[in-house]
């Protein structure tokens, strides 16, 4: 009981934002602002800014993504940082002057804390990438423990029985169709 | 009152329990994707060829036009539920079609005609072979078929979505809606029923305040940090 209530806002998130994936409902992103500032570029000659670097002097957290990195031959640095809910499109000078677009999809958090391990640079997203893994080992803890409940109650046996038949069922044939018939 | 809730997290528990449990088991291969790696096994890729017309790929409705040429290619699966058009009428096409386990990636350019190869120049070959090669239709559409193996049709089964692709998708998709209301109703009948059975509340009422209010301080802090 106390793991359901462990657990229970992260399940209201994962059926809200599983709802969102399929209907698309939730508050489409802003529009891209676009910010400025200066990092410090390295001293050391034949050195050059790299993009983590430069994503931790700006104060941000979030992945790099490998393929979007570019440079220039006038050695202009491009690439983008992913954060839940937020991108950021660089482009940074070998001097450190960097230009930011900015794109922010609040709502779209939800879908991003669904099954979140973390977020590079972040401690509180590894403490939520940790309750990931609680809800996951919970809900099939749950569900294990749930059979077995049900299994000794007499009351409702027979409906509780038919739904997860056809449950089952449905599931089953639904995937076996995908697979094998695509 | 407390019946009716039992019930409903009763009902809403069995039915996530042959459903759900699916989620639960490839979400764990989802967050360990370092344990099952979701790459390709195999990329092949193939040309083909595709003559239509504006209306056999409708600019207005992309999942229309990807079933035309998932039909006229004999692929199998669902069109992308998020699929684009070109940015321009009558520039190339670029389809997402697949099943979990396998994704096809279908560039359609535009319409081919029927056009004669360009006369041959070399000056090695034999003065009597003819200039000009007969009339050939160009291939104007390349597919790209990625097969995932096991780890790679649990992902997608687990991120399978949306009403197009037949009668199995649309079931799949309703299921998928139930389920997520069940979680809903589940998380809610849950916290209610405990509300109600327990005695002595202090320890639960410590351990859902975190289950509530993380979430919350987690949406809040992603939405208001740098």
């Known amino acids: ?182 | 009152m407390f019946t009716i809730v039992r019930r409903i997290h009763l009902f809403t528990s069995v039915f996530l329990m042959a459903f759900v449990a699916m989620y639960f088991v490839t979400g764990f291969g989802l967050i360990h994707d370092d344990w099952f790696p979701r790459k390709p096994i195999s990329t092949t890729t193939r040309p083909a060829t595709l003559q239509y017309t504006d209306a056999d790929l409708p600019y207005d409705d992309p999942i229309a036009a990807g079933e035309f040429v998932k039909q006229k290619l004999g692929l199998t699966g669902q069109v992308n539920p998020q699929q684009k058009p070109p940015a321009k009428k009558g520039w190339t096409w670029r389809f997402t079609i697949g099943h979990p386990g396998v994704s096809y990636n279908v560039a359609v350019a535009p319409n081919p005609k029927a056009t004669t190869a360009p006369s041959i120049q070399s000056t090695t070959q034999p003065t009597t072979m003819p200039t000009t090669m007969p009339a050939v239709i160009k291939p104007n559409v390349t597919i790209t078929e990625y097969d995932f193996g096991p780890a790679g049709t649990s992902n997608g089964f687990h991120r399978l979505r949306g009403f197009s692709g037949g009668w199995g998708y649309k079931l799949w998709s309703l299921m998928y809606d139930a389920s997520a209301l069940s979680l809903i109703l589940f998380s809610l009948t849950g916290i209610y029923l405990w509300w109600k059975l327990s005695k002595i509340r202090w320890p639960g009422a410590l351990v859902l305040a975190f289950g509530i209010l993380f979430p919350i301080a987690t949406f809040m802090f992603l939405a208001m940090s740098k």
């Open chain 1, 1 to 182: 009981m106390y793991g359901g209530l462990l657990v229970s806002g992260y399940l209201i998130v994962l059926g809200v934002s599983s709802l969102n994936f399929n209907h698309h409902f939730l508050p489409e992103p802003s529009p891209p602002v676009s910010w400025s500032a200066d990092v410090a570029a390295p001293t050391v000659a034949g050195e050059s800014l790299q993009p983590e670097s430069i994503r931790d002097q700006l104060g941000l957290f979030g992945s790099v993504g490998k393929q979007s990195i570019k440079t220039s031959s006038a050695g202009l640095l491009t690439f983008t940082i992913y954060r839940p809910g937020r991108t950021y499109d660089v482009s940074a000078t070998p001097t450190g002057h960097i230009d930011v677009k900015e794109t922010r999809a609040t709502w779209f958090l939800l879908q991003a804390m669904h099954g979140s391990k973390g977020s590079p640079g972040s401690t509180w997203m590894s403490i939520w990438g940790v309750y990931t893994e609680v809800t996951t080992a919970f809900g099939m803890i749950a569900i294990v423990s749930g059979i077995y409940l049900f299994t000794s109650t007499r009351r409702d046996r027979k409906a509780g029985l038919l739904i997860l038949l056809v449950t089952t069922g449905v599931s089953l044939a639904a995937m076996a169709y995908m697979h094998f018939h695509g």
